[in-house]
């Protein structure tokens, strides 16, 4: 009966699972070129001359956000067009919906990735395209909705937490994008203080969004690999999910405390804030201890992917709390601990538990082929960790020492020299972590090339 | 049951705030003389247009290759003339764009306006 879940899937595969690897692939594919574009931005921090007049800063860091972004979503959309089905335990609702959905997506980062080489923008955070090209990312998403809910057809009294949780990514992630489009309307667009509050509104709920689809793919697969279904159905657990909700939809406000919206804004955001870090780490960390060494060792590669993830975890909660209390955000807000803040979280939990999903498929799809790669992926997590950790430390190294510049009035251009040693740790430290990163993205890629011969369906 | 109650009250909450926060919670906060409307909506597109957002930043928000120019208009150590060098000439990072005369004005006029709605600045 309770065969462990880790060494079921082999005779577990199901029609659509090379459409949900191609999807992957692409997913892949997008953090690749991000990697290799935010690379590039970093170089133009140092020599400002650097392909100027072939992807200058102004193209590279929307190019390096937006794919960076894509990653992230299309990794999550692709782990749950191959889990959905083994959620539900029958076929998809709409089988060539990954397919539609893939073709789609292509087609517009295609047209976005032109548009920004064209020098056509739409000048808005973090989607800098022009504004008709949302829609295209819009209809994209379709296919996944109706998937999700016709294929599980949940029942909300019942169902696990990561359902709840991808659901709820799902939804809000297109109210999100539709709010951040308002700004097409004048009443919106003709007064700067509602039209920046009601765009970080939106965007800190798109953000909060797509972690409740990363973290529901955590979740799920730390349920997987423990083989315990108790915590993602415990009380704590949807305690913490509807935490996690109240995040998503109230805290946006510390992105804008210094606009000047009614003070209430910023209030209701500060009490609320930041307590979503905490919810994940709180539950890897009641897995961790209900995992069972042998099914660690099962698979380590996600395991430990997950252990780091962690890691992080507590490091950006400890740094997100800070830079939330209005006092302090004052002097942070503006500066590159910003930056460290949105890509700690974006590399070191987004991308590491995505990456444990992607080779926790890989293992139960290709465990011969990952055992073989195992060297070299321990390698690339190693690398890119590690990494990440510098890079980390020279963003808010080079915060304070904007902070402190602004305090003793120092101009833009002798706090800019000022950083250059900062801002030079910042790029190698940023190669290094594209370099430990392309390793896992080579060999993912490698791995989920779909084989001639499909396996025979399920028995 | 209780899961969909807390889920339905957190939605209608959301939406309820989401309102609030479209009308009350962000009034304009900009006044005295300020440019004209249509220079100022002109100024805005271009800015988004030509993403002068991915180097510089309004209210903390935005690229950080350049500088903050919230408050740039009426900085002392800055003012309208050292804008105006910049959008025309450019700078040792700053693009050369080829505005025309009326280009400039506007995005001027559009700084100008978001100078004048920081009054969360002038506080501190
Ligand atoms: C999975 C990997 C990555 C993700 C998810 C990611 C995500 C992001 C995000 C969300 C931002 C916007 C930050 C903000 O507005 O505060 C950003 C900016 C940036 N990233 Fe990354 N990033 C990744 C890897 C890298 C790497 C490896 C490098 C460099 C080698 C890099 C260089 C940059 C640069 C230069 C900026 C612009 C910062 C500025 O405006 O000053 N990124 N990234």
Redesign the pocket.
Known sequence: MNTHPAQLPVNNSYSTDNQSRSYLMLSLCY?LL??L?????????LLPDLLKNKIS?QQ??PL??YL??S??FTAAQGGLYYYLPRVAGRELYWKQGITVQLLLQLCTSILIIVSFFDGQFGGR??FEFPPSLGMGIALSWLPLLINFFLTLRPDYRTAPVYIWSWGTGLVFFMITLSESYLWIFDYFNGNIVRDMTVQWKAMGSMVGSWNMLVYGTGMYVMERISGDKGPCRSKTGYFFYFLGLTNLMFNWGHHTYIIPASPWVKTVSYVISMTELLILGKIIWQWKSTLKDARKNYHHIAYRLLVFADIWIFLNLVLAILISVPALNYYTHGT?I??A???GT??GI??MLLMASVFFILKTENEEGVESGRKTIHAGILISNA?LAV?WGSLVASGILKISSSLNRESFSYTMTKSIPFFKL??Y???A??AG?LLLVFIALWLLYPEPDPLPPAD | MTKIYIFSALLISYFAYSLAVYTRGTDETASGPLPGKTEVTLGKRLYQEKNCS??HQLYG?????GPELTTAFSDPNRGELYLRAFLQNGGPRMPKFDFTEKEINSIISYLEYIDHSAISYRKK
């Open positions: 953090l991000g990697l574009l935010g690379t590039l931005g970093a170089f133009q921090y800063f590279a860091r390096h956000v960076v972004i990653w992230i955070e973090y590159h910003t930056v803040h949105a890509m974006t590399i987004n991308t990494a890079f910042f790029t430290s940023g190669a972590i594209t990163l | 991915s180097c928000l935005g690229g950080y290759l």
